[in-house]
């Protein structure tokens, strides 16, 4: 094509100055991936040659040098008034005989291809837009379902006139782009009939943490608009980037979005249009696509990532669109940019919010960023509210406009009542640097204007708002400064939505991992009361199991899939690291309290010492659930192909017992040796010490329980608040109890490793078990960089006579 226009064939990459970096990169889609199999849309594009000689017509530049040259953004009636005159000049600007006769003949060329009266989408491109230091996310007009000649003319000129939206002007001035130096394209792109079907947003990254070995895909019904402009909670998945390529399917972690509307093609009177429609509620019980359909756009953004990381001679994450065809049942990819938040952070500087208490929580949503933020809110219904906006004020809304980013940016946080983590709040706020809360259901209801109220997002997944100012701490730390000790020093990981923070720092890998807390967070259902529902006494318990385990094929699977992908994400996390999972170790009381639990826990007067632990494994009362657990395990290790993955048996009194419990995993399918499992103990009974060389003969390995194990060698309960004084693991007979278990199992060719809080707490513990020559220290993640700095001073400065 010639003059004003390009088709997707004919550009690519190097382009940007004609076309601007979101046609580019459609373009560079269309004419080096669409033949790897990889399917585009058609298109064509009006280059900014059109926009920049609208701008020579007629002394335009010059009218626009005097609105826009000393505009005050922070005066909003001023900015309003002159970007409106602003778009009117360039409207009228763009309509010339010329202009109209190519995009027609360019219409009519894809009317050939594609059938008469297509459905089009015209999407803005500006010349700096989707650089890596830049994202101009939602700063620019697209128009959707557009159809016809005289239509399609009327979305172009008000595509090129929104250059000087409001926003676009503002965002300009704070990233130091000249007004003058930035051109507009429009891009024209074949619809896909994503409104019969699905679509939403792909970043090949975790947007939260940066973690980049994960593909983060989100979904709704219709049209993905609805995502981005917060509408909807969407279906969210993980996909393991390493074990993607060595050939295993299969979805990391899934969550299930509320799905609220879908947007579909219609008709406002005689004009075409988007319309928004409910969503049945058993459509919303169900994903929107298919695992093999996550898993083959997983694999398509690791390629579009790969083909642009070579090409900028970097990694480059992406953030990518993507679309159901629900006529021909496709897959295609909608646009593809740089990422450019997450992964420009600072891989140097590690920081971290911790709370220093707890309030009441008013709401909690998805959260968006690490961080902590306090301030008065200020609830926003209509675009009227913002005049009375304040710097500092939280931003309380149902969800966001782009055209409300003047104000968002001297916002501390925001809340919405809608909206995933891939919507337009979430995206600005990453961009900003604030914390925020999104799909917080009933926010704007709760919370009214001037409430003090604290944003919190260094949970993991779940954002809370808490009722006041709560206090809490923030520490950085330098990695390049860290003095890397010989001893490993790992982490005890509490829940999977902290994992991929917590693998960015320097670690080497989990010592601990948790399956109670697992178990309780995710599934909150007795293991026994999902298999044996006949046995459960309340009516109520039973209808709430028959609602959490509705879309799973047997409750059985509910409760595999879900630990598994808790487990998974784990493991995945700081793949090939190992990690360690302790199966479970609820007491009596504690497993009562998960839903059904009651209808099948004895009552003990002393659950501390009653059946914990490795006793329930092989027991009749237990042994089903128990095959639950392995068969989690199994599907980690042996469909996820996370091999990683290590196996820790809790709580094994005697060397009897631990023979029973490898005989039942040998059972369920997880054989010691087999696919190299390795299968530890937790060091945590006087007896594993003692009889350290009989139990090395069953396990790989083991870890030191520091608190089972203190309690049970000084007698003292350490749940008890009166006798709590004499629980210290510095007592003469506990440092005798680490030598004889370190020396022990080094005498046996066995790994030693210490996963209590002991070596954090108190520093010369730590110096002792280093000089001890401990294989490995795993403390809480906030713990990490302290204990490093301790152990590698110990290793530099040994004592001068033997320990």
Same mark, same amino acid.
């Given at each position: 094509? #010639?003059? *004003? ?12 100055? !004609? ?39 007629? %002394? ?5 040098? @005097? ?18 005159k602003a778009r009117a000049l360039i409207y009228e600007a763009t309509d010339t005989p010329l202009l109209r006769k ?30 890596? #230091? ?15 000649? =005289? ?12 250059? $000087? ?9 704070? %990233? ?10 429009? &891009? ?17 990254? =975790?947007?939260?943490?940066?973690? @980049? ?29 390493? #074990? !993607? ?6 979805? !990391? ?13 219609g008709k406002r009177g005689a004009d075409h249009a988007t319309l928004t429609r409910k969503v049945s509620q058993s ?24 083909? *642009? ?111 995933? @983590? ?69 982490? %005890? ?6 994992? $991929? ?10 010592? !601990? &991992? ?6 309780? &967070? ?35 699977d509910f409760f595999v899939q879900r630990l598994a992908e808790g487990i998974g994400t784990i493991a995945a996390a ?14 009596? +009381? ?15 007067? +002393? ?9 329930? *494994? ?61 299968? *530890? ?11 350290? =060389? ?7 390995? $083991?870890?030191?329980?520091? %608190? ?22 510095? =007592? ?6 680490? @030598? ?62 033997? #320990?």
């Open positions: 094509m #010639t003059g *004003y226009i390009r088709s997707f064939h004919e550009i690519g990459l190097a382009d940007v100055g !004609l076309v601007g970096g979101k046609t580019a990169s459609l373009g560079e889609l269309y004419s080096a991936l669409s033949s790897q199999g990889i399917a585009v849309p058609n298109g064509f594009a009006i280059t900014a040659d059109a926009y920049r000689e609208a701008l020579a017509r007629d %002394n335009v530049a010059g009218d626009l040098h @005097r609105l826009l040259d000393a505009i005050d953004k922070s005066n909003i009636r001023q900015l309003t008034k002159n970007a409106a190519q995009v027609v003949d360019a219409y009519q060329q894809l009317e050939r291809e594609a059938g008469a009266g297509i459905a089009v989408a015209v999407r803005s491109s500006a010349t700096a837009e989707d650089l890596p #230091t830049a994202s101009f996310a939602g700063q620019h007009e697209s128009f959707l379902n557009v159809r016809g000649p =005289d239509d399609l003319l009327e979305a172009c000129r008000r595509c090129f006139a929104s250059i $000087f939206t409001d926003r676009a002007i503002s965002y300009r001035i704070d %990233n130091g782009f000249d007004h003058f130096k930035v051109a507009l394209s429009v &891009a024209v792109m074949k619809m896909v009939r994503s409104d019969l079907a699905a679509s939403g947003v792909i970043f090949t990254l =975790d947007t939260e943490s940066g973690f @980049r070995d994960v593909v983060f895909v989100t979904g709704c019904y219709g049209l993905g608009e609805t995502i981005v402009q917060g509408q909807v909670d969407p279906d969210e998945f993980y996909v393991h980037k390493p #074990t !993607l390529r060595e050939g295993y399917r299969h979805v !990391l972690r899934r969550r299930l979005g509320a799905k609220q509307i879908r947007m579909i093609y459509e919303r019980q169900k994903f929107c696509i298919s695992d093999p359909e996550v898993l083959s756009l997983a694999e398509i953004a690791v390629r579009i990532e790969a083909h *642009y990381s070579e090409h900028a001679g970097a990694a480059m994450p992406m953030d990518i669109e993507w679309a159901k065809d629900g006529a021909d049942g496709k897959l295609y990819i909608i646009q593809a940019r740089p990422e450019t938040v997450a992964s420009r952070r600072s891989a140097d500087v590690y920081e971290i919010y911790n709370l220093r208490e707890r309030g009441s929580v008013i709401v909690e949503g998805r959260a968006v960023g690490e961080k902590i933020a306090s301030g008065r809110t200020r609830r926003v219904v209509s675009a009227r509210d913002l005049a009375a906006f304040r710097p500092g004020e939280i931003l309380v809304a149902s969800a966001t406009s782009p055209d409300w980013e003047p104000v968002m940016k001297i916002a501390a946080g925001i809340i919405t009542d809608k909206g995933g @983590r891939t919507c337009h709040a979430a995206i600005i706020a990453r961009e900003l640097g604030i914390p925020a809360v999104v799909g917080a259901t009933l926010a704007t209801e709760r919370i009214k204007s001037g409430t003090e109220v604290t944003i919190c997002c260094s949970e993991g997944d779940v954002g809370r708002v808490y009722q006041g100012k709560v206090a809490f701490d923030v520490t950085k730390t330098s990695v390049s400064e860290l003095r890397q000790p010989r001893t490993a020093i790992m982490v %005890n990981v509490g829940t999977p939505e902290m994992a $991929f923070r917590t693998a960015m720092q320097p670690q080497a890998g989990v010592g !601990l &991992a948790r399956m109670e807390f697992i178990i309780s &967070a995710h599934i909150g259902v007795h293991p026994m009361a999902l298999l044996k529902p006949d046995k459960i006494k309340s009516a109520k318990a039973r209808a709430e199991i028959v609602r959490l385990v509705r879309g799973f094929k047997t409750p059985a700081f793949y090939p690291k190992p990690v360690i999972v302790r199966l479970s170790d609820f007491k009596t +009381n504690e497993y009562a309290r998960l839903l059904g639990g009651d209808n099948f826990e004895p009552r003990e007067d +002393n659950p501390m010492l009653g059946f914990r632990g490795a006793s329930r *494994y092989s027991h009749p009362a237990y042994l089903e659930g128990f095959a639950l657990e392995c068969a989690a395990l199994r599907l980690v290790r042996k469909e996820m192909g996370l091999s990683n993955l290590r196996v820790m048996v809790p709580f094994c009194r005697t060397v009897q017992e631990g023979e029973r419990v490898i005989a039942t995993m040998a059972v369920n399918g997880l054989k010691r040796g087999e696919d190299g499992l390795e299968i *530890y103990v937790m060091c945590e009974i006087p007896n594993n010490v003692i009889q350290i =060389d009989a139990f090395s003969r069953l396990f790989d390995g $083991f870890s030191i329980g520091s %608190n089972d194990l203190t309690q049970l060698t000084l007698g003292v309960d350490r749940d008890s608040d009166i006798v709590a004084f004499d629980f210290d693991e510095r =007592d003469p007979g506990m440092l005798e109890m680490f @030598r004889l278990a370190i020396v022990g199992a080094k005498r046996n060719g066995r790994h030693i490793g210490i996963c209590g809080e002991a070596p954090a707490n108190y520093p010369e513990i730590a110096r002792y078990l280093t000089r001890l020559g401990v294989d490995s220290i795993s403390v809480n993640p906030s713990s990490v960089f302290r204990t490093m700095a301790v152990v590698a001073d110990a290793e530099a400065n040994p004592p001068k006579s033997a #320990t």
